[in-house]
């Protein structure tokens, strides 16, 4: 039986056992190393799976190692274990942090870099992954099914691609509860209740995220449909164009791309 030791065992790496559980993996295949009692209590009881607060000799047996660590413990996390690292797949979650810097802590080219995001805790995550050179075929399926394990996945053939993915789907997220958490409180200055609005504002996330996944046609057009001439969405987006809205948003993904890129400086 192949065997996955997850190091460090937060809310990423929570996600991706749920998600390989689900699709089949034995539970007794996956192992967890994290520092917290209280967190790997919660892993072996919730899936049954062994956590350990030091690596061990499991490490060893490992045919894949999932980096799921923060991007500034990682190397500390690759220190303490290397002298237990045996030939196997890597695949790091860690924002930021290269496969070239990677391959020299790991003394492995067999990398692979994923960014998911927490909707995986669901199953309706979107993964990006990139590939190192000294990846095979092989480990490209495994990483591609554990991405799949969570929800979606795509791959670029780019590593600096996947800072890009970061600001869309890894912190995309984020953006979205945003702007949930703004329309529950204009929900609740126009007088519904924040239950209201937040039902209201989270059904309509969801209706229409699911209508663009199901047309042929481009977001302008889905718009263009809601929006009658002279009407109430009309006055809406023409103040958000009026606040130049959608610059300012753009803006905030290339500080959240920018991040990335500083925290593979920073950290490496
Ligand atoms: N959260 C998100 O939306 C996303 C996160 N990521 C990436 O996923 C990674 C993990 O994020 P997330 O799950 O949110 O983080 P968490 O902080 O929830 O989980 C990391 C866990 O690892 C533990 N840990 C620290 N050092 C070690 C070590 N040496 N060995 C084993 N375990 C250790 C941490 O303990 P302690 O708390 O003491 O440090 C913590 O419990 C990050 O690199 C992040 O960039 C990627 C995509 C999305
Ligand atoms: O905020 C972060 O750094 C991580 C990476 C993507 C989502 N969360």
């Not at 190091?7 to 790496?13: I, K, L, P, T």
């Not at 220190?79 to 930021?96: F, K, T, V």
Request: aromatic share 6%; net charge negative; glycine share 8%.
């Amino acid at each position: 039986m192949s065997i996955t030791v997850f190091v460090g065992g937060g809310n990423m790496a929570r996600a991706i056992i749920g998600g390989l559980l689900r699709h089949g993996r034995p539970a007794s295949s996956i192992h967890v190393v994290e520092p917290h009692e209280a967190t790997r209590v919660a892993l072996q009881h919730d899936f049954g799976i062994a956590a350990h607060a030091q690596a061990d000799a499991v490490v060893e047996q490992a045919s894949l190692l999932v980096w799921a660590v923060k991007p500034q413990m990682l190397h500390g996390a690759i220190e303490s274990l290397r002298h237990r690292l045996a030939p196997c797949l890597h695949l790091s979650i860690a924002a930021g942090i290269t496969t070239d810097t990677l391959a020299v802590w790991l003394g492995s080219e067999r990398i692979v870099r994923a960014m998911p995001n927490t909707p995986a805790l669901v199953g309706k995550g979107m993964t990006g992954l990139f590939a190192r050179a000294g990846a095979s075929a092989a480990d490209r399926d495994e990483a591609q099914a554990v991405a799949q394990a969570m929800g979606q996945s795509l791959w670029v053939e780019q590593e600096a691609q996947l800072d890009a993915v970061t600001a869309i789907s890894g912190s995309g997220p984020a953006y979205v509860f945003y702007f949930l958490e703004a329309m529950r409180e204009a929900g609740q200055q126009m007088g519904l209740s924040a239950d209201q609005a937040y039902q209201l504002a989270v059904a309509t996330f969801e209706g229409a995220a699911a209508l663009a996944a199901d047309s042929t046609e481009p977001p302008e057009v889905l718009r263009q449909r809601v929006t009658s001439k002279g009407g109430t969405t009309y006055a809406a987006t023409t103040r958000l164009d009026e606040l130049d809205v959608k610059a300012r948003f753009i803006e905030a993904m290339q500080a959240c791309r920018d991040r990335a890129a500083e925290m593979a400086r920073q950290f490496s």
